[in-house]
């Protein structure tokens, strides 16, 4: 029997769709569907959940909950990953309020900037541990990584673990439907090429019938910025720097030096920011949860319908040998050749028995390419602090973020970086 693990099966809205897609899909019958998770009264939810599903689709997975992260990865053939270390309370907490202290406000913290350097560093080293176990047990498992920071970690398993492993983001699938559908454009039979890094990747072509949309994008974009939308930040983006970027405005703001400052407060109200949007989503999840916990877990009608989400049909493209396409973040073995060979990118990829094979993008217009390595500086400074263990380098990867360097002296940066590890604590591992 193959072998599915989910790590951090807690995440039982996430699993509901990656495991239902996998519970839909006729070639990924009869795989064991072994779930993992550190909460166990979450890893019950998940299981009663899925047994439910099984049960109404009629699916012949099995659905087997684990206590032992080893045992449950053990003769695995594909491994996603959706776990977070340290949780709103207290790691997200920290990130945001100490910070703030300093005045350095942020709206995400999950990806670059200071929260994401710390998400990092405490997230790290559970994953090189994840990598220690793969080795030994399902050394030739497919990782599919979904945990933010998502280039950070991808990174670290590949160069570091000596796991075979995808990020997976949904920002690309949702790209281009959704600048359409805000600028009131069809979206069908419309071909795109988007690359980049994760969170932070070009729409670099996007045409229907060999017309180029772009003139009409921005066009239609300079009139919506004319008036308050959700998007104001990547559209102003687009506009100054040609390009669409994948992921969303309240992301970007906190990438980039130029919207969140001190000394322009007008720029909050005039772009529409959501300052601390990441912890009011955290108390909103929670209190979601608390009321849809009956209705998921104990709703022996349960059904499903198949998601966008890419895992499934990387599986069934891999058992099947009929390729399939993602937007997948991987190791820049050459793909971007204006990208530093030691980042992780994010490039259209071809899914077959073969398993993941990234394309050739070749040079990013040289504007984008400068955006995406003020990013990848950070991103491999902290990769550099988390191997060394060197607290110098946690420092290093503050100074070169672009917000935070933007904002903050270098004395109050390295200060700001030791209050965080003191509240971290036992989160974090001894840095020298």
């Not at 769709?17 to 998770?37: K, R, S, Y």
């Not at 983006?237 to 040609?242: A, E, H, I, N, V």
């Not at 108390?283 to 916990?293: F, G, L, T, V, Y």
Request: glycine residues 6%; contains cysteine; proline residues 5%.
């Amino acid at each position: 029997m193959s072998k599915i693990t989910f790590i951090g099966a807690g995440s039982t809205v996430f699993a509901k769709n990656v495991l239902g897609d996998v519970m839909l899909t006729p070639a990924l019958q009869g795989f064991e569907i072994a779930l993992f998770e550190i909460d166990a009264e979450r890893l019950r939810d998940s299981e009663m959940m899925l047994l439910n599903m099984k049960k109404n689709c009629g699916s012949t997975c099995s659905i087997k909950s684990y206590s032992d992260r080893k045992e449950a990865l053990r003769d695995a053939k594909y491994v996603v990953n959706a776990i977070q270390v340290g949780g709103y309370d207290p790691c997200t907490i920290t990130d945001f309020e100490i910070p703030k202290k300093y005045g350095l406000r942020q709206t995400i913290a999950d990806t670059v900037g200071i929260g994401g350097i710390f998400r990092n560093l405490r997230t790290i080293p559970v994953m090189l541990d994840f990598a220690r176990d793969m080795n030994e047990v399902c050394p030739d498992a497919l990782f599919l990584n979904y945990t933010n920071p998502m280039a950070v970690l991808t990174n670290v398993l590949n160069t570091y673990g000596g796991v075979n492993t995808v990020g997976l983001c949904h920002s690309v699938q949702v790209c281009v439907p959704g600048i359409l559908h805000d600028l009131g454009m069809e979206d069908q039979d419309v071909k795109w090429k988007i690359a980049g890094i994760n969170h932070m990747a070009w729409l670099l072509e996007v045409s229907r019938d060999g017309v180029d949309l772009y003139p009409d994008i921005k066009r239609r974009a300079a009139e919506k910025q004319k008036e308050k939308h959700h998007d104001m930040v990547r559209y102003e983006m687009m506009l100054k720097f040609g390009y669409y970027i994948t992921e969303s405005s309240e992301h970007n703001a906190e990438y980039h030096p130029y919207f969140i400052k001190k000394s322009y407060p007008e720029l909050i109200d005039r772009f529409n920011i959501p300052l601390d949007e990441y912890p009011r989503r955290c108390i909103n999840q929670i209190q979601h949860w608390a009321e849809m916990r009956e209705s998921l877990v104990h709703d022996k009608n349960l059904e499903h319908v198949r998601t966008h989400e890419y895992a499934s049909y990387i599986f069934e493209a891999m058992e099947r040998d009929v390729p399939f396409k993602i937007g997948g973040n991987v190791m820049n073995t050459g793909l971007i050749t204006n990208l530093p060979k030691e980042a992780c990118v994010e490039v259209p990829c071809l899914v077959d028995r073969n398993g993941v094979t990234p394309t050739y993008v070749g040079n990013l217009p040289p504007q984008c390419a400068a955006l995406n390595r003020t990013n990848i500086n950070t991103q491999l400074l902290t990769i550099e602090a988390a191997i060394t263990g060197k607290r110098e380098h946690i420092y290093h990867a503050a100074m070169l973020d672009p917000h935070t360097s933007a904002e903050l002296s270098l004395d109050d940066i390295v200060a700001m970086c030791d209050d965080l590890i003191e509240a971290h604590g036992d989160w974090l591992p001894k840095y020298k």
